[in-house]
């Protein structure tokens, strides 16, 4: 009798672990496949800090004669920002093109100290990396820029949205 | 006799564990030969990537160093694959040969007024161009970019790229 008991016990015990066992794998093969096994979509535009058409069309843009005859390349070295024929090209390229694709879009001119100036078109350069209190987050985007000088740069910046 | 007893019953229960034992031991076995095989079974979908790949080669041949390629204004469908240096073939899985797996159309246009400057392009398969805007796994997967190009007399362009890459079942 009491032998019998002892086997009873030792079977529920094992019974129960089973089931939790079986718990614990059907959780973990949810969550694993729920959250790697969809994600199988290498994007490009994510991972890369390039985006080649939008570069074409700064290079493009940097190149474009005003009605006097000057590029945007030679006015930005003078005037140090975009003037109304510059702003307003870059406005309609940039933000008609990659208004879609982009939250945020930013094309300008940078100071000495490589800080971005504020446009009336684009208004103020983001910053590429937002600061957290523990860590750096890195926002997914493109960057490119053409130097106007040794320490002065033209600069197009743009912001993916984070999904 | 009673010793006896003891050890008989010690045995059986020892049966009935073991049994749970390789219960639990083909349950955590099979779990993780799922998990693999869900993983590493689904292939990577690189159509997106490819698609954009294209898109930046069809861009390269239109413009360079900031200008529009002069000799771009001369492409037309049939010699556009040729020019830029793209072939189309694919290996001839899924009969992939027979139904071609890319498409390409490229518009080029003024930036001001907006009226075509030279006829549009296409060559490819043009069905699959009915999957662009539209959302599914076993789609095509199409790409439309735009881009700015000036000449060196500084007439203005915007250059449309659309690029559809199919190849779904190897990548779906």
Known sequence: ?163 | MKMSNLTRDKKGSDRIVSVYWFAILFIVAAAIVYLVVSFYGKPYDVRGVEANVLTSRVADCFSKGGYLVESSLQFNSENFLEKCDLIFQTENDYDWNTLKQYYVEVSVTDFNSGGEIIPSIDVGNINLKDSCGKEGENLPVCVRRSFYSVDRENNQYKVNIIAVVRKTEKNV
């Open chain 1, 1 to 163: 009798m009491f032998n019998r008991r002892a086997q009873i016990g030792e079977t529920m015990t094992w019974i129960v672990a089973t089931v939790i066992i079986v718990v614990v794998l059907g959780m973990t093969i949810f969550i694993a496949s729920a959250s790697f096994g969809n994600d199988k979509k290498p994007d490009i535009q994510e991972v890369s800090k390039t985006d080649i058409i939008a570069s074409k069309s700064l290079f493009s843009f940097v190149l474009t004669k005003d009605s006097s005859g000057e590029i945007i390349y030679e006015q930005l070295k003078e005037d140090k920002n975009l003037n109304n024929f510059s702003g307003d090209l870059a406005e309609r390229i940039f933000n008609d093109f990659y208004g879609e694709e982009y939250n945020q879009i930013w094309v300008g001119s940078t100071d000495e100290f490589g800080f971005g100036k504020e446009n009336i078109y684009l208004g103020k350069k983001p910053s590429i990396t937002l600061e957290g209190k523990d860590s750096t987050l890195h926002i997914p985007g493109a960057f490119e820029s053409v130097n106007i000088d040794e320490k002065r740069s033209t600069e197009l910046v743009l912001l993916r949205r984070i999904k």
